[in-house]
């Protein structure tokens, strides 16, 4: 606050007020001080002795009802423990219900129950008595000793009828839990007397504490009451005048120099206190005008220095210059930055440019802009600056420039970034309407020929159709290979491409590859040439499906671009450290017209064709390279190219596989797996397909457990429910079925209380990835592919049911057990006929009953196949053909025949559906007359 004026301040002479006291008051003070003392100590023995008596009555009163309570707490409690005693006899009696040998024991068992009951709710009634705040509680608690007692009769009436796994059940099931209950309730009331005990405790507390508080209350109230009288008398004369005087103090303390009149006229101490105050505050009022004037000064040169730090922390050169119309220039202010970094950072021939724009300035006024590179000689290379100066005009006519020097190098290279992604944005927006003519352009053509042929059917004669027939066949394929290129990519671009793990055969690769391009190869007249060097392994762990794709699209692209000459397939194996894995060089060598270096740069990129000419003269969307490029970064591997105009081109990528053994190796060297030992295990059987279930019996007798079969869903649901919870260990279920399939069965089992942990195991031949998620979604304990693996039946069988088999034997791991049990879609074809699996069957079903099992087989599948061709035009039935034939063929040693089966279970229309089923047809001609010769050579 602004200290007032020391002149202009009033004279502090006003006379103080003389206090006039009323008649008692004049009494009292001219009383003498002996008699003032003797009275009021006289008053404070009448009231301590008042106070005294009065606090020893409320102590005895508080005392007597405590005591009281206490009683009554401590016999509920001894009740309590009466009740328990009761409880324990009651549950002594129940459980010798079930080894009573006489009906005359039971009877006395109903009379200790009858005899105990009464006692109990005695008891409990004698305690809501004595305790109505328990009353609730007790009521609650005779209620559930009325239903205790209700199912101890229930107990002994189900012992008298000799039904003990009624009475177990009872007992374990009803009893004991309702007991278990019981005894909580009553330790529950006996918490609440214990509580109720406490809380008397904390009320005997606070009644003591409340009777020393009166105590307290009196003993203060009658020293306030003499303290009061001893006070009156010196209130108006002492504490007033230096009550007034400390607001006076507490005024100036707060630079309020503007006091109240004070007493100075009193010639006693008060007097004396005023005039000392008087001075004080003169006093105060000078050194305030000093001090004022030192934090003024004070201000200014922190202000000063506040400035200095705030442009030096800056990172910006700043900087104040004054100058003059005739050029004459003064450097007022910089920063040290401006220093370190701008002072010798222009060139000479920068320097002059800058200047014009300052001059240029002084006349306009307008502020100042430029961008400019330097070279400091204290940062690391080419900097970018952007210097930015406000103008203000002196009363003299010259300009003073405040302004700084900003760094903008990051923002710079910001903007050249985005301008080379606005190009990259464009050239791929240039290609993609490039690739978007050229697939309408290469869909239409094939297009066109499919419906020209077809007119040209509609009037041809029979060998002219035949040759137009194959025509459109090749237009069909071309078509169906572009949308193919398509639709891989778009999936490899949105990562929804996931490798499959599979153990396959190198050289099946090889073929596989070889056989799908002989036709093409023998068009141009073109010789393929495959070799494998020696170190590579002939058994991989991988996709074979994914490889093969690949290494035919290079190619078929080295096809394309070949007139005549051979084609060189060729895989070597590069260095590694891993001895589990392979790095594996897969190329591919052609004879064609060779590339420039600046094509090859971009050949991997999607969409990019070296001539637009090229989609014209070989078809293709430019997306086989690409698709390449993804597959081999998915199998962690690159991609390259070697080539010279004129001299042919070399195409290769790499990929990492895991090194595998032969699937067969293991299995025939070692000894059959172990059967744990499942007698007197229940098991219920549901497949839709009588053979499967056969076949699945034949496994599981040789273990000694009961097996109970159903050929549907809903049937095996009406089973299980006829038996009591419990009665099986486990249900083995096909997922696939009419009506409801294994998914909905394991759901509305998991929703049922009584068998919501019943082990369910899923068989099935699709073994894809969201398959098995969802048998893990609906709560299935495992998955047994078809066809079934022993050892991975036993295995999976011990592992839920919990029992300890012996070990399998050495060598059969994972990897062994792969292939054969989870095989996918799409990886390399399998053969026509596995024998192995006909030395299955006969491991495990009676000879005399395997003839007449493979002949229903037979003739089952040739009424499937007949089926199927009937179907050709119902997408529905030929998947659902599929989906049976896939289940069991596999069984028989069919291996091939499953896969396809399992690729048109999963078809998703009906072209590519009816596409596998000239394959199919002769997969299953082939198998069948295969799986005869097996059988009589193995009668003979």
Same mark, same amino acid.
Not at 714 to 719: C, T
Not at 904 to 911: N, V
């Given at each position: 606050m602004k200290a007032p004026d020391p002149t202009t301040l009033p004279e502090r002479t006003a006379r103080m007020p003389w206090p006039s006291g009323q008649r008692l008051g004049r009494w009292l003070a001219n009383l003498p001080l002996a008699t003032k003392t003797a009275a009021l100590v006289?008053? =404070?023995?009448?009231?301590?002795?008042?106070?005294a008596i009065s606090a020893m009555l409320l102590w005895q009163k508080v005392d007597a009802r405590y005591y009281t309570r206490l009683n009554q707490e401590t016999q509920n409690t001894l009740q309590l423990a009466t009740i328990a005693v009761y409880l324990s006899d009651a549950t002594r009696e129940i459980l010798s219900a079930p080894a009573a040998q006489e009906l005359f024991d039971l009877s006395q068992i109903r009379q200790q129950l009858l005899q105990i009951q009464m006692d109990l709710r005695h008891e409990l009634s004698s305690i809501a008595r004595r305790s109505p705040e328990l009353t609730l509680e007790i009521e609650f608690l005779d209620q559930r000793s009325q239903r205790l007692f209700l199912l101890g009769h229930a107990v002994v009436d189900a012992a008298s009828a000799d039904d003990h796994d009624l009475t177990q059940g009872l007992i374990e099931y009803n009893f004991t839990p309702a007991m278990r209950i019981l005894r909580q309730d009553i330790e529950r009331l006996q918490y609440l007397t214990q509580k109720l005990y406490t809380d008397l405790g904390k009320a005997q507390r606070v009644a003591r504490q409340e009777a020393i508080v009166l105590i307290i209350l009196a003993v203060v109230s009658a020293i306030c009451l003499v303290s009061a009288l001893s006070a009156a008398s010196a209130v108006r004369w002492i504490s007033q005048p230096i009550a007034q005087m400390t607001r006076s103090m507490q005024r100036l303390l707060r630079r309020d120099y503007h006091l109240p009149p004070l007493p100075q006229q009193r010639q006693d101490e008060v007097g004396t206190m005023a005039m000392t105050l008087q001075g004080f505050r003169d006093s105060m009022l000078h050194n305030e005008m000093l001090s004022a004037q030192v934090l003024q000064a004070q201000a200014s040169q922190l202000l000063s220095e506040q400035l200095l730090e705030l442009t030096g922390a800056v990172p910006v050169a700043i900087f104040q210059l004054h100058l003059t119309r005739e050029g004459h220039s003064d450097l007022r202010f910089v920063t040290p930055r401006w220093e370190a970094v701008v002072r010798h950072a222009l060139t000479p021939h920068q320097e002059p440019a800058l200047w014009e724009q300052f001059m240029r300035s002084v006349h306009t006024l307008e502020s100042v802009t430029h961008d400019l590179l330097v070279t400091p000689p204290r940062l690391p290379g080419a900097t970018w600056f952007k210097i930015l100066a406000s103008t203000r005009r002196l009363p003299d006519g010259s300009v003073l420039f405040n302004g700084g020097w900003l760094d903008i190098t990051q923002e710079k290279h910001q903007s050249l970034a985005?301008?080379?992604?606005?190009?990259?944005a464009e050239t791929a927006a240039l290609e993609q309407s490039r690739f978007l003519a050229t697939i309408s352009h $290469?869909?239409? =053509?094939?297009?066109?020929?499919?419906?020209?042929?077809?007119?040209?059917?509609?009037?041809?004669?029979?060998?002219?159709?035949?040759?137009?027939?194959?025509?459109l066949d090749r237009a069909g394929r071309l078509l169906r290979s572009l949308a193919n290129d398509v639709l891989d990519f778009s999936k490899l671009d949105a990562h929804r491409v996931t490798l499959e793990h599979t153990v396959f055969a190198l050289d099946q690769v090889i073929d596989d590859v070889r056989r799908m391009c002989q036709e093409d190869l023998h068009a141009k007249g073109l010789q393929l040439d495959c070799k494998v060097a020696p170190q590579v392994p002939p058994w991989l762990c991988g996709d074979p499906y994914r490889l093969t794709q690949a290494l035919l699209n290079l190619v078929h692209n080295a096809i394309k671009f070949t007139a005549r000459g051979r084609i060189r397939i060729r895989v070597t194996a590069l260095p590694t450290t891993s001895t589990a894995k392979v790095l594996l060089r897969w190329s591919v060598s052609d004879t064609g017209p060779g590339l420039t270096r600046a094509d090859a740069a971009h050949l991997f990129r999607p969409f990019f064709q070296v001539d637009a000419s090229i989609s014209r003269r070989f078809g293709g969307t430019g997306l086989g390279l690409a698709i390449v490029h993804r597959l081999a970064q998915l199998m962690h591997g690159k991609t390259g190219l070697h080539s010279r105009p004129g001299q042919g081109s070399c195409f290769w990528f790499t990929t990492v596989l895991a090194v595998a053994t032969a699937p067969g190796t293991a299995a025939a060297t070692s000894a059959l797996p172990s059967i744990p030992a499942l007698q007197g295990r229940r098991m219920l059987l549901v497949d839709d397909h009588a053979l499967n279930l056969e076949v699945?019996?034949? /496994?599981?007798?040789?273990?000694?457990?009961?097996?109970?079969?159903?050929?549907?869903? $809903? /049937?095996?649901? $009406?089973?299980?429910?006829?038996?009591?919870?419990g009665h099986y260990d486990v249900i083995l279920i096909d997922l696939q079925m009419p009506r409801l399939d294994g998914w909905s069965f394991c759901r509305r089992l998991r929703a049922h209380p009584l068998y919501r942990h019943m082990p369910v195991l899923a068989m099935t031949a699709h073994t894809r990835p969201e398959d098995l998620r969802h048998c893990q979604d609906v709560g299935m304990n495992g998955l047994v592919a078809k066809p079934i693996v022993e050892a991975t039946l036993w295995e999976t069988l011990a592992r839920t049911l919990g029992e300890s088999a012996t070990p399998l034997q050495q060598g059969l791991g994972a990897s062994a057990l792969a292939p054969q049990a989870l095989q996918p879609c799409g990886v390399a074809p399998a053969p026509d006929f596995a024998a192995a699996a006909v030395e299955v069957l006969r491991r495990h079903v009676p000879d005399a009953r395997l003839a007449p099992l493979v002949q229903q087989f037979r003739a089952d599948l040739e009424h499937r196949l007949d089926t199927l061709e009937q179907a050709r035009g119902d997408l529905a039935l030929l998947r659902q053909q599929g989906h049976l034939v896939a289940g069991s063929v596999a069984t028989f040693g069919l291996e091939r025949l499953g896969q396809l089966a399992a690729q048109?279970?999963?078809?998703?229309?009906?072209?590519s559906a009816i596409a596998l089923l000239p394959a199919l047809q002769s997969s299953a001609r082939s198998g069948l007359a295969q799986l005869h010769a097996q059988l009589q050579t193995d009668t003979r």
């Open positions: 006289g008053l =404070t023995g009448t009231l301590s002795a008042v106070i985005l301008a080379q992604a606005k190009q990259a $290469e869909i239409r =053509t094939p297009l066109n020929a499919m419906l020209g042929m077809t007119q040209l059917l509609q009037r041809a004669s029979l060998p002219q159709a035949q040759q137009q027939l194959d025509n699945l019996q034949g /496994f599981l007798r040789p273990s000694g457990a009961q097996l109970d079969c159903s050929s549907d869903g $809903e /049937f095996a649901w $009406e089973q299980l429910l006829q038996h009591a919870p048109l279970a999963d078809a998703t229309d009906l072209p």
